[in-house]
């Protein structure tokens, strides 16, 4: 009795009862689809955010100033960013980082602005790409002019075009704001959540030499955050290490842990450590859902046993072995699985790129994931079609013939 | 080829016991054509089960063939249904999803014949039943004497040496049974065994040799001197 007579039998079966098969494939399909979709937009997830990561730099370092410890002395001056660079070798780029929120608004339109001070070296640690003009340099950073950087995107619905070099924005807060001259046009960044949200309703992101910026929003010159980018990967940590010792040397507060240096890449691991967890807990949830879909599959097993109870006597007073019994049930309720898990395959990858596509991240359908999906179907068809089928391989003949 | 040495069977239901089979004792040889007769109930069935290894005996010996099947296996008892014997039954036992041509195929895929030669004798078998026609309809579209067709095409596709055929025309008008008697009775000139349990006196005169029964007994075994030849 081989494989083909069994499967052509299987789906003869099926087929001949097709609302029921449909119905008890649903569960399947459902707990295939929901594991499918999640896990890869889980992986999805993980490989945008570490997209994202890897283009600020894997060789970032962020030194932070503990502010609820720090005394006004702690704090970082544009001086200690100059020595840092100068005087540290492993130190390739070095920028301080100022942050503000504010308005800025073009003839025609007004937003939200999430405003960055930085110095010229910002654009080698951001890694993004200038599109039109430039970042603004060296002597605009240090005389503090008036030359903001902004994106594509901001560009567009400032002045209706990618090209806004030369162009004029009115920068500030609500009530006092000054005119910056656009240098240069990046790249739009953050893509990811640009997809989320209408284009309009995001506030745009301006950057702008944090000279200039402690004149627009009157603030004093310290800092309490900075990047530094380590001239290679194997140097990030040593740089950073160095970097705080410096400081320490410069503030004199030793005695005091007032720097923080944090390795970007290790928060990567770390979010991306949450985001797998978070996955695997949600995955197996859904998972679940396939345990109940397994034994929708063993209920319409047994039921259909029990109708063909007389089918049953018939091939064995004909010659057919209890293994052939077996078999025969056994192959339908796992192609009942596998239909079942490759109706959900499919459903689960379209449902990942449509969720996909509202939240911006491209999922990751991995060839492990479909075979580990279809071997997982097949293995709950035998799991939960096993007890059917050996009740039907040891009806006794006689009785199962004279069943009615 | 069939020996049977004080067969019993005994159906136990709960508290109650129920002997069908009281000692059975008979022989029948190759080329045989045996009809068992005797009222309801008196264990025709019962004992055509057993003949077949459908059923197993209370105690007793069985040989068949020259070989004692007491002791088998399940799966031994399938082999033999599967190669040896050949049934056929009242209520015809076709299987209804199938097309008449696959259900005369079946037994021939559990003796595992490959896939052209099933095809090739399950067409030699239908010719032999005069049923070349229908072999793409399903049992529920064919009449009853055709359905019973199908089940002797089925019964000698695998080429038994035996046919067990209890009442076969049991559910079937006179000219339909005289029609199914000629096909069994051919059967048995080319060199089968047939044994058939019947209530009627007509077609157990198509046989050669009539077994009465009795409350699980043989009170009769005689052969028959005016034999019906088609
Ligand atoms: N599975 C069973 N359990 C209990 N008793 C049974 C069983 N099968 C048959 N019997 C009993 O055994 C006796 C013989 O039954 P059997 O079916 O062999 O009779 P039969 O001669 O074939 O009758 P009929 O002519 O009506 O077909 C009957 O009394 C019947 O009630
Ligand atoms: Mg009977």
Redesign the pocket.
């Known amino acids: 009795m081989n494989l083909v007579e069994n499967i052509k039998m299987a789906i003869d079966s099926i087929m001949s009862n097709k609302m029921r098969s449909f119905l008890t494939m649903l569960g399947i399909i459902i707990g295939i689809s929901s594991v499918i979709s999640i896990v890869s937009l889980g992986v999805g997830g993980q490989n945008t955010i570490t997209g994202e990561f890897e283009k600020i730099g894997v060789s970032t370092i962020r030194i932070s100033v503990k502010t609820t410890e720090a005394e006004t002395s702690d704090y970082i001056t544009y001086k200690d960013i100059e020595q840092l660079k100068e005087k540290i070798d492993y130190i390739k780029y070095a920028t301080p980082i100022k942050y503000q929120t504010g308005v800025a608004s073009s003839e025609k339109k007004s937003k939200t602005a999430m405003v960055y001070g930085t110095n010229e070296d910002m654009i080698h640690i951001d890694n993004t790409e200038i599109l039109y003009g430039r970042f603004f340099n060296r002597i605009e950073f240090e005389e503090g002019r008036a030359v903001a950087v902004i994106d594509e995107t901001a560009a567009r619905s400032f002045f209706g075009t990618s090209d806004a070099v030369g162009q004029t924005l009115n920068i500030g807060s609500s009530t006092s704001k000054k005119k910056a001259t656009i240098v240069g046009v990046t790249k739009s960044q953050f893509e990811m959540f640009q997809n989320m949200a209408d284009e309009e309703e995001l506030p745009v992101v301006v950057y702008m030499p944090a000279t200039f910026l402690d004149i627009l929003y009157s603030k004093d010159s310290r800092i309490s955050e900075l990047y530094i980018m380590a001239n290679s990967k194997e140097n990030t940590e040593a740089a950073g290490i160095l970097a705080k010792n410096m400081l320490m040397n410069r503030h004199g507060n030793r005695d005091r842990d007032v720097y923080k240096a944090e390795n970007l890449m290790k928060q990567l691991d770390q979010i991306n450590t949450v985001l797998g967890i978070f996955t695997a807990f949600i995955a197996a949830v859904a998972a679940i859902s396939l345990l109940v879909g397994g034994v929708g599959v063993m209920n319409i097993m047994l039921v259909s046993v029990t109708e063909r109870t007389r089918e049953i006597g018939i091939r064995k007073a004909i010659g057919a072995k209890t293994s052939n019994i077996m078999f025969q049930f056994l192959t339908e309720s796992v192609i009942i699985s596998c239909i079942g898990g490759i109706i959900g395959l499919i459903l689960g990858i379209a449902g990942a790129y449509l969720l996909g596509q509202l939240a911006g991240i491209t999922p990751s359908v991995t060839p492990q994931i479909v075979i580990v999906s279809i071997a997982f179907s097949s293995a709950v068809g035998i799991f939960f079609g096993i007890y059917p089928a050996r009740k039907a391989a040891k009806l006794d003949p006689?009785?199962a013939l004279?069943y009615e | 080829m069939i020996k049977l040495e004080n067969v019993k069977k005994v159906?136990t239901?709960g508290e109650i016991s129920?002997t069908?089979l009281k000692g059975i004792s008979m022989e029948i040889k190759p080329g045989e054509f045996v009809s068992i007769m005797?009222p309801?109930?008196?264990?025709?069935?019962?004992?055509m089960n057993i003949m077949g290894c459908l059923d197993r005996m209370t105690s007793g010996k069985y040989t068949l063939n020259g070989r004692d099947i007491s002791g088998l296996s399940d799966n031994e008892l399938a082999e033999i249904r599967c190669r040896e014997i050949g049934f056929v039954f009242q209520s015809f036992n076709l299987l209804p999803r199938m097309t008449v041509l696959e259900n005369v195929e079946l037994p021939m895929v559990y003796a595992g014949i490959p896939r052209k030669e099933r095809r090739e004798r399950a067409l030699a078998a239908l010719e032999k039943v005069d049923l070349g026609n229908r072999i793409r309809h399903r049992p529920n579209e064919i009449s009853g004497g055709q359905k019973q067709r199908v089940a002797i095409a089925r019964a000698i596709v695998n080429n038994p040496s035996i046919i067990l055929a209890d009442?076969p025309t049991g559910n079937l008008d006179t000219k339909v049974t005289k029609e199914i008697m000629k096909i069994i009775q051919k059967l048995n000139d080319d060199g089968t065994t047939v044994v058939l349990?019947t209530?009627e006196p007509d077609v157990a005169q198509y046989s050669k040799r009539i077994i009465h029964m009795l409350d699980g007994e043989i009170i009769d075994d005689k052969l028959v001197n005016d034999r019906k030849i088609f």
């Open positions: 006689i009785e004279r | 159906y239901t129920l069908a005797g309801s109930g008196c264990g025709k069935s019962t004992l009442e349990v209530h």
